[in-house]
Each structure stands twice: as C-alpha cells, then as structure tokens.
C-alpha cells in the first residue's frame, strides 16, 4: 500500500495521480489543529478550506479512489503532521510514501525532515499547478516583472500574433488601465454561493479554534468545488472582464470586489488552474472582441501569467531569510483598529470592515489603503505579515509573503518593487471615493482635520531619506518636498510625529 499525502490547497483533480484508480493506493487528506491555529486566521477561511476539502475527498471516492478523510474531532491525538503521519503509515500498513510539493516552506521542510528518517521509499512529486517550477527565479528574467511575464507569454503563446509579437502591438496595457470609476457605471453583483458548513463551523467551536471575522455558516460565500469555482469564472469573463483592466486600480464605497474575480481562493486550493483560467479568458476575448478590449483580457491575464508566478518564484528564492527582512528597521506595532475597523479614516474603515465581514479585499485596498497606511506609519513587517496571513480566504504564505513584505512594505529593500508603494491621500482621492465622506479632509495636511496619509507619507520620505534617496523613482517627491519652506516642512513633520504618537484614535 503507498500512502499519498493530499494537502489542503492541493484540490487539484486535474493531477496525474487520479488518471487511474489504483488498489494499492490510499490518499490521506487531514484537519488539522497544526494548520487552523499556526496563525490566526479568518473564520471563513478556515471554513472555507476545510468545506473545500470534504468536497474533493467526497469526488475522489466518487470517482473510484481510496480516501482516508480525518476531520479535526479524528485527528485529535496527532498535534501535527509527522505525527499524523507516522500513526497512518501504521494504521494502513504502508510501504511507501508520497506527497505532493507542498507551496509553503514551513511544510516543505516539516515533510522533508519527516521523510528523511523514513523506513520506507518516499517520493515528491509535483503539484502539477504552476507555469513555472520553483527555481523560476533562476531560470527567468527576473530584474521586473514585466519580463519575466513576457517570457512566460512567449513559452505558452499567450495574446501573440502569429510572429509572436504581442496582440494590439504592445506587451501592457497598464497605461490605459488607471481609470477612476464614475457614478454612472453599474457594479456587477459578485456571485456568492451559499454553502452550508454549519457541521463544521459547530466542530471549530467545538474544539475550541480561534478565528477572526465574521462568517454566516449557513451560507459560505465562497466556492469549495471544481463546479463552482467553474461558475464563478464564467461570471467573472460575462460580468466583471469587460471593465476589468479600466477599473482596475479603482476603490469605491458601492462595492467590495468591483469588477475583480475573486478567483484567488480557487486558484490557490487548486481547485481550478492558472493555465485554465488564462485559456478560458483568451477564448472568451476571441468571441467577444466587440465587447472587450484587449486592454482588459492583457491586464487579467498579467496577474496571473505575471504576478502570480512571478511572487510564486520570488518566495522561493528568498525563503527563509525573507523572513526577517526589514529594510525601512520598521517597528511599530498593528494599530488596533486593523481588527476592528474602527476608524476615522474612511477608506481604511471600509477596506479593513469588508475584510472583516467578507474576508477578502481587492489589490487596491490591500496595496494602497491598509498596505500604504503600514508603510507610511512605519508598522513591523511580522505584524503586517500576520495580518494578511490571516485575514483574507486567498493567504496563504508563498503569495502573502511576497506581497506583503515585498510588494507593500518594501522590506526587502526594493528586489519585488522598484520603489516603495506609498502615497498620500491625494492618490487615494484621485482613485476612490472615499474622501467625500470623510471625517479628515484630504485638500489639507498639517491642520488637525487633515486626513492623515498626507503629512505621514511626507514624514515617511523624510526619514527614509538615507535609505531611499537616491532612488530615481523618488526623485520627483523629493524634490517637490526640498522645495517646500522650512516652516512648512516643520509642521508636516510636526503633524506626522502627533498622529503616530496618536494611532490609535485616528
Ligand atoms: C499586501 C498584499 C497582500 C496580498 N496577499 C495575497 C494573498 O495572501 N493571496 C493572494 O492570492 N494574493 C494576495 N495578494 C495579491 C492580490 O491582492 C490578490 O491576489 C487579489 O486581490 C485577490 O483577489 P481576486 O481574486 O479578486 O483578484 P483579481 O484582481 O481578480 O486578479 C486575478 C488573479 O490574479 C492573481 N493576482 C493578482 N495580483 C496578484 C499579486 N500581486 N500576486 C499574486 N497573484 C496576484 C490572483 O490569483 C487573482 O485571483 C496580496 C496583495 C497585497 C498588496
């Protein structure tokens, strides 16, 4: 008998293991108190993917597998994995072991250690998910992004023309993507599914799990099968596509996923994957060009031919030692109104609630409203990391790390970012909404009504000057703030210094 490990963001049914049904084959898929509580996360996270793998343990033998499904009130005598392990190579007379890549170092090197004192052949295999292996970093161009992007969209022929140049003779479209989003243009309602994992929202209090958020487990929001996660993709390519790129960057007060996908979740359980979704957006361009504009379909497919692989390589290139980064020494901790949401600040209020009740914000929201506050109030990257691991349905480490110590906060010294993503609020103005109905006024800096990402994005350039001065991207704001007055500099700085020592109220 070979035991084969099943992780649970490893929901891939596409995978090779399952072409054939094998006798001699089980799959060990656990709930475990090691993974609901190595941080504290999102009700509807943990909800989510433990729904998400009873449904794919409930194919599986569907179709014909042997499946050993432990749920947490099964595994209690086992705290961790090798544990578990150990007592199921036993239980089901093993002689060898397999598993799959796991995504995350943590369990990478948990398996690792276990299986390097083995008895038994053990084999890793891959997850079969990625475009990219893990030594991607070393096998790419990786100084920006944006090459690395174009060369996995010459390898899988992605929007080329028949010369392989780029469709519409550019690679990115970004330049057309920064719209603002009007009154006039009608939200799409996201699609939420309504699945019932009230058994095991009762099991989680049961033994007593600590989450975050809000959850209604009588109707998950969130898709915890292939079929759904199936359905929210066409409703993002019928509803959401045709405004995705324009709006890309927008924040607003009328919706919590504007015309984004909310597809991280499946994609990074595996339930549906990176080349499929990108096939599936091609195609649907191709029978509605006269509808959808290029610029949309390269902005989407970007994220996730681009980002997603891009911070997949970064993160294992750098583990662990990114661990640790802290190129700006930032040391403050998490304001407390990051778990409640209990702010003035309007956009932060509406980013950090939504969070709270949906578990999930858009890239705006987690980059330039809750991710730019951070960087500007100088809080620890452990803390800002915490919070994102934690909060959203999508965290998971080898994503969350990199764009939160990377993207965000600039830890790492500039190697995932040219330069840091700060702003103050006359960005955050020009892109959203928010303003108008807030408590702090965003025209003014130094008063005491002034909205606070002014003076402290100031305050920030100020202090880091001899950490990124030199840096050509900051050249303009630098010299837009030497040639601000003495006096006007002082009270900026001044200001800045009263809302730090005043966080909390803000
Ligand atoms: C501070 C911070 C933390 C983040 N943490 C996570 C995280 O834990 N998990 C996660 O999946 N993404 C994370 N992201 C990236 C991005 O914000 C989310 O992928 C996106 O908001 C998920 O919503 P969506 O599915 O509606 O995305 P869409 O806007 O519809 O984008 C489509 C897909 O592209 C991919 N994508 C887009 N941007 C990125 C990116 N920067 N990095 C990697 N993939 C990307 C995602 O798979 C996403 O589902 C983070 C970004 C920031 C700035």
């Known amino acids: 008998m070979e035991l084969r490990l099943l992780l649970g963001d490893q929901l891939n049914a596409s995978h090779s293991w399952f072409r054939e049904c094998h006798p001699d084959v089980i799959y060990l898929m656990a709930e475990l108190r090691q993974e609901t509580d190595y941080c504290l996360h999102h009700r509807q996270k943990v909800l989510a993917f433990f729904a998400a793998m009873r449904s794919f343990a409930k194919a599986l033998t569907h179709a014909g597998h042997k499946v050993c499904y432990l749920t947490l009130d099964e595994t209690r005598a086992w705290p961790n994995l090798p544990a578990l392990l150990s007592a199921m190579l036993d239980t089901h007379h093993a002689g060898a072991f397999a598993w799959q890549e796991p995504d995350e170092w943590r369990l990478d090197k948990q398996l690792d250690d276990w299986t390097a ?85 009762a099991m989680l209090t049961r033994h007593g799990v600590t989450t975050l958020g809000r959850a209604d487990a009588s109707a998950l929001p969130w898709p915890i099968t292939r079929q759904q996660s199936r359905a929210l993709l066409s409703h993002f390519l019928c509803h959401c596509l045709p405004q995705f790129g324009r709006y890309q960057d927008a924040l607003s007060e009328r919706g919590w996923s504007l015309f984004h996908s909310r597809l991280a979740f499946s994609l990074n359980s595996k339930m549906i994957s990176p080349l499929e979704v990108i096939r599936a957006t091609e195609s649907h361009w191709q029978r509605n060009q006269d509808t959808i504009t ?53 956009c932060l209020r509406h980013a950090i609630t939504q969070s709270l009740e949906n578990s999930y914000a858009h890239h705006i929201q987690r980059l330039m409203v809750t991710g730019n506050f951070a960087l500007l109030a100088g809080i620890a990257p452990a803390e800002v990391d915490r919070w994102y691991l934690g909060i959203y349905v999508d965290a998971i480490e080898w994503v969350q790390l990199p764009n939160t110590r990377g993207m965000s906060q600039f830890a790492d010294g500039g190697v995932l970012a040219s330069k840091p993503y700060a702003s103050s609020g006359a960005y955050l103005a020009r892109m959203g909404d928010h303003c108008k109905g807030c408590h702090y006024d965003v025209k003014k800096r130094e008063e005491a009504e002034a909205c606070p990402f002014n003076a402290l994005y100031w305050h920030f350039l100020a202090r880091q000057r001899e950490r990124l001065g030199a840096n050509p991207r900051l050249a303009l704001p630098y010299a837009n703030w030497d040639g601000q007055s003495a006096q006007q500099q002082a009270a900026t700085l001044a200001r800045a210094e009263q809302w730090l020592r005043e966080i909390e109220t803000l």
């Open 117 to 201: 004192t083995l008895p038994i052949p053990s084999k890793r295999v891959s997850s079969e998910h990625f475009l990219t292996p893990r030594d991607g970093w070393q096998r790419l161009p990786h100084s920006r992004m944006e090459y690395f992007y174009r060369a996995l969209r010459r390898q899988f022929k992605v929007l080329l023309d028949e010369q392989g140049q780029p469709l519409g003779g550019r690679w990115n479209f970004d330049a057309d993507n920064r719209a603002r989003l009007p009154a006039s243009v009608a939200l799409p309602e996201p699609l939420c599914f309504a699945n019932d994992v009230q058994e095991i929202d």
């Open 294 to 346: 290029l610029a949309q379909v390269e902005g989407f497919i970007r994220q996730i031919l681009g980002w997603r692989e891009f911070v997949r390589a970064y993160y294992w290139e750098k583990m662990p030692e990114v661990l640790s980064d802290n190129a700006l020494a930032a040391t403050r901790p998490l304001p407390g109104f990051f778990w409640t949401g209990e702010t003035k600040m309007a």
